[in-house]
């Protein structure tokens, strides 16, 4: 991944392009719907605020290249897990904090450097373990503080916030290192987006009927299964940028983004509801904070990659 290499590849020329073309239209529907048809806008123009600054920001780190891309997504880790850790009352216990601190930096030196034994950018057999590793660590602060009492809880939540959010996450960083890096990211990224953005639509416009009522109140069916359709048509239409993947891939890579794309949203929302929280920060306009953004990539990256290495290999050899 470099800046040249980014100009030339057709994958961010179609899918950088489509972004743009989308937030152009979405900007011109705004204006339209506020000065000529003087409606109220304002929410849905800080929804817009935040898109402004969140795309820009991914796309010039995907164009400067493969270390740049590791550098924001795990910076992005690390500010998803604050917000956790803050949320739950883990930032408390600043050895627990600090250990799964110390395995998120873990991700970011083994996604960029190179793998001892291949030669191939990333040491992908570490990261697969490395929850192994990151586990252990946490399990051993209480018995060198020779500590018990509410150790529970504080061990579990630090694992949570590693493996789940973390490690899960640290899947997309991952694919910076693969043979098709632009493809791959731009389009899951996009896909994930596009779900959201489907389900909300289709909420608003059909939704009668509430989805779970105890996680997530404004989610209904139809915004679900609306989110679903469009989720199982993108991957055809964006096929141009997978040239490899062929009927069953593209079905899959439907089903990952519209149903895994909407259990990481409400995965987070049972997490917030639970400690009774609208949203884990305020750090982007109209939408929350970082982990309120990365719900769903959180679960969809895994799975998209570990399809991608089974059918493919990350690196284009099986």
């Not at 627990?96 to 395995?103: E, K």
């Not at 630090?158 to 493809?183: E, K, S």
């Not at 040239?243 to 049972?270: A, C, E, K, Y």
Request: glycine share 10%; hydrophobic share 55%; aromatic share 14%.
């Amino acid at each position: 991944m470099n800046f040249q290499a980014a100009l030339h590849d057709p994958s961010v020329r179609f899918l950088g392009g489509f972004i743009f073309g989308a937030l152009i239209v979405a900007g011109l529907a705004l204006l339209l719907l506020k000065y000529a048809l003087g409606k109220n806008v304002t929410s849905v123009w800080r929804i817009y605020q935040g898109w402004l600054i969140m795309i820009p920001t991914v796309l010039a780190a995907v164009l400067f290249g493969r270390e740049a891309t590791i550098t924001l997504f795990s910076i992005v880790a690390f500010i998803g897990f604050r917000e956790f850790a803050r949320a739950t009352g883990l930032y408390r216990d600043w050895w627990m904090t600090g250990s799964v601190y110390v395995s998120i930096g873990a991700i970011f030196f083994i996604a960029i450097l190179t793998d001892p034994y291949n030669g191939r950018p990333g040491w992908f057999g570490m990261f697969r373990t490395l929850p192994v590793y990151a586990i252990a660590l946490i399990l051993t602060i209480p018995i060198l503080r020779n500590r018990s009492k509410g150790q529970l809880q504080m061990v579990s939540l630090a694992m949570v916030g590693f493996v789940y959010i973390a490690w899960m996450f640290g899947h997309l960083t991952f694919l910076a290192n693969a043979d098709r890096p632009y493809a791959y990211l731009l389009f899951l990224i996009v896909a994930v987006e596009i779900n959201d953005i489907a389900a909300f639509c289709f909420g608003k416009a059909f939704g009668r009927h509430k989805l779970r009522d105890q996680i997530s109140p404004n989610k209904t069916w139809e915004g679900s299964l609306g989110a679903l359709a469009v989720s199982m048509v993108f991957p055809w239409i964006a096929a141009p940028c997978l040239p490899h993947f062929g009927s069953l891939q593209l079905i899959i890579t439907g089903l990952i983004v519209g149903i895994g794309g909407q259990l990481g949203d409400l995965s987070i929302s049972v997490i917030k509801r639970d400690i009774n929280i609208k949203d884990t920060g305020a750090l982007i306009p109209g939408h929350g904070g970082i982990l309120d953004r990365i719900d769903s990539l959180i679960f969809t990256a895994p799975l998209f990659l570990h399809m991608v290495n089974w059918f493919y290999g990350l690196y284009g050899v099986r």
